[in-house]
């Protein structure tokens, strides 16, 4: 167990002790020797078995791998049990995976000081973590054989999960499992040359998750019964801000099946026996809401601030100003070069996860817990803690498989979690509740990807290559006021284009980022920043090789070799390489590169005009994400993430009218279709290195591929997203 904290108490915390712990999230512990993973842990679990918190061997030999990742679609399930049964030599088709409990301390990501599933990062920061468990528990197994058979341990081998020595003996881990439970794992145990591997990197590692779910047995929170459970629902303002003036819940008292009706802080919530109750109670509703802090302007005025902003025709005001986020070279661009300009706007984006919002919570009579689909578990500990009164790590969370998030599930308040802890704790005794959002309430309620504007100009040298390059950005902060903001750059604002080879290959560069406030609630949406600055970089880079003369892919190839990028050349070469010869019949070809989460991917898009609509046909893709786990996993992504971002370039806005969102459900935000999809081919470059993200990277590159594509056709810009915009 945890030593306790000194001026800590075992069970419910002084409201110093919880801003204590708040605080430590922000960047650093404030008590000698104690982190904030052991602060938000304090009250946790942390009996585990002989083998650590990450694997579970059972006398009949059965292996488990614990995740710490959650499972929401994206199969990182398989790759981190890879991980462990390579190393431990395992029977592949005998081991399975279990959710992790919640535990900062013991199931931190490693990127990330939290526990958390995010930033494509599930894989990487457990290769080496859970590598280390599977060898440690190998040589566990090693010393137990040689222990037991007399026999030294260097004669003895290990595979499917049999031991065995050249004299003929051998033992099944089961057999085994008792003695070596008893040895001590080594602390720096020898790990498998990657050329060794046998697992890893072979369409073996498949998902496990796929038979239970195609039968139905996968358990989400809307799956969740339980004895007396309640069901609420919450009346949420129209507009981002809005609050509760006053509310008449007569008719809804009056609706069969409705409990109570009362005020949370974000809503009327309406508790019920069931779900169709808890809707019809809600339906009924009269509500007065204050707009006074309420957001109350129109996307079109909103965007139209932005272009001000960017054009210096509107001053920053209050605490706004322009950030540099990359300032080098000196001088005045060659008189004479040519000048290419161009505005680029991107809309709001819903998440649109296929599963809404959910949790259940049970507060009170000596019990603190959810059980839902936690992305964030410390987060999600930390803001039921504050609200119920309760230590973060006494705190449980029992982890369900979701439907999708896309980032959604993940934000520093824990929004409709803290919604639903609220609920619990009002009703009390421990009774559980399901709160449940419909798709409109997802839809309508916040947390999009930012909207953006980009105002980019290049004056290109004599050669035609960019001399200088100034850049101004207009978004909104997915990172203020975040615990792990720190009151700095936020860069996923920025990410993408700073750092860019393109940037990196002119002389003289100027970009500058302002974030102007809206209550209109943002966060980071699949591939974050990349979602709006790989389309900018990537079809700038097209405008201004032809403004130059040049082919755009020649063209790239020349700026990689100016900033030294050999990763973003490899990738480019590998997918026309793969590409072939060009495609007749009318379709015609865009190219776009870009890295993000340390993962580099090349798509070559083929694309025709369709009653002036964009359609895709084949997209090659080439990927640079270090040593490939699960090569097939790697190649469903990237086609999850390629027709995830074709989509929101097709189709995906959300759109304010005075304040109050257009779109209520997908008849309002169309996605792509499955007759829309496009063949995905994926071709993964060879490497050594360690592995990279692949959950992410796939979904930024395909719009500017179809945008160069179109550029190509039409000889026209795109200026804005989506492509389409009719119904």
Avoid at 484 to 509: F, H, N, Q, R, W
Avoid at 577 to 582: H, L, Q, S, T, V
Avoid at 639 to 658: H, P, Q, V, Y
Wanted: proline letters at 6%.
């Amino acid at each position: 167990m945890n030593a306790p904290v000194k001026g800590f108490s075992p069970t419910r915390p002084s409201r110093r002790e919880m801003l204590v712990i708040s605080a430590a999230t922000a960047g650093g512990a404030l008590l000698v020797g104690c982190s904030p993973a052991n602060l938000l842990s304090i009250g946790a679990d942390d009996h585990f078995g002989p083998f650590g918190p990450f694997l579970r061997i059972e006398p009949d030999g059965a292996v488990t791998v614990v995740s710490k990742h959650i499972e929401f679609g994206q199969g990182n399930h398989a790759g981190l049990a890879a991980m462990v049964a390579e190393e431990l030599d395992a029977d592949w088709d005998k081991v399975k995976v279990v959710q992790a409990p919640a535990n900062t301390k013991v199931y931190a990501n490693l990127g990330m000081g939290f526990q958390g599933t995010g930033g494509s990062s599930a894989i990487a920061n457990s290769w080496p973590q859970l590598r280390n468990v599977g060898a440690a528990t190998r040589a566990m197994f090693v010393t137990a054989a040689a222990d037991r058979w007399k026999v030294p341990a260097g004669e003895i081998t290990v595979k499917n999960s049999v031991v065995s020595h050249s004299s003929g003996k051998s033992a099944t881990f089961g057999e085994l499992v008792a003695d070596a439970a008893k040895v001590a794992p080594p602390k720096d145990p020898t790990l498998k040359d990657p050329k060794t591997f046998t697992l890893i990197g072979t369409d073996r590692v498949r998902r496990k998750d796929a038979a239970a779910k195609s039968r139905g047995q996968a358990r989400f929170t809307q799956d969740v019964h339980m004895p007396n459970m309640l069901v609420a629902m919450v009346a949420h303002s129209p507009r981002f801000g809005g609050k509760v003036k006053s509310f008449d819940a007569s008719a809804a008292k009056k609706v069969p099946g409705v409990v109570d009706v009362f005020q949370i802080p974000t809503g009327v919530a309406v508790v019920a026996n069931n779900t169709w109750a808890a809707h019809q109670g809600r339906d009924t509703l009269k509500v007065e809401w204050n707009d006074d802090k309420a957001e109350t302007r129109s996307t079109d005025a909103i965007l139209a601030s932005y272009h001000a902003l960017a054009s210096g025709q509107a001053q920053p005001s209050g605490e706004m100003k322009w950030q540099t986020f990359d300032s080098h070279g000196a001088g005045a661009p060659p008189q004479g070069g040519k000048v290419v300009e161009a505005g680029f706007d991107f809309p709001y984006l819903a998440h649109a996860a296929m599963e809404p919002m959910n949790c259940v919570a049970e507060i009170g009579g000596g019990k603190n817990k959810l059980t839902f689909g936690s992305q964030i578990p410390s987060m999600d500990q930390l803001n039921t803690g504050m609200i119920v009164g309760a230590l973060p790590g006494s705190v449980q969370i029992e982890t369900l498989f979701a439907g999708g998030s896309y980032g959604r599930r993940a934000n520093f308040k824990s929004d409709y979690v803290s919604e639903c802890v609220h609920v619990a704790k009002h009703v009390g005794g421990g009774r559980p509740v399901k709160l449940v959002w419909t798709r409109e309430d997802d839809m309508t309620g916040g947390y999009y990807r930012p909207m953006v504007h980009h105002a980019v100009k290049v004056t290109l040298d004599a050669d035609g290559f960019p001399a200088a390059w100034c850049h101004r950005i207009v978004t909104q902060s997915i990172m203020k006021g975040s615990p792990i903001g720190g009151g700095k750059l936020d860069e996923s604002a920025v990410e993408g284009v700073m750092g860019s080879p393109y940037l990196k290959a002119t002389p003289v560069v100027d970009g500058q980022v302002i974030l102007p406030d809206s209550p209109v609630t943002v966060l980071w949406w699949r591939s974050v920043g990349a979602t709006h600055s790989a389309f900018v970089m990537e079809h700038m880079v097209d405008q201004l090789a032809r403004a130059a003369g040049k082919d755009p892919v020649e063209y790239r190839k020349a700026l990689y070799a100016k900033a030294g990028d050999s990763r973003r050349l490899a990738v480019l070469n590998l997918a026309l390489d793969k590409a072939g010869p060009a495609p007749a019949d009318g379709w015609t070809r865009g190219v776009a590169v870009h890295e993000c989460f340390n993962t580099v991917v090349a798509q070559i898009a083929e694309v025709k005009l369709v009653d002036g609509a964009p359609k895709v046909g084949r997209v090659v893709t080439a990927v640079d994400c270090g040593i490939a786990v699960s090569p097939d996993q790697i190649a469903a992504q990237m086609e999850g993430g390629t027709c995830f971002g074709l989509s929101a370039a097709m189709f995906g806005r959300i759109t304010l009218k005075d304040g109050v969102v257009e779109q209520k459900n997908f008849d309002g935000y169309r996605v792509l279709r499955m007759t829309e999809a496009p063949t995905v081919e994926t071709y993964i470059l060879p490497s050594r290195a360690k592995p990279s993200g692949v959950g992410e990277p796939g979904t930024p590159v395909i719009g500017p591929a179809v945008a160069n594509a179109l550029l190509a056709i039409t000889g026209k810009p795109t200026r804005s997203l989506p492509f389409v915009t009719s119904a």
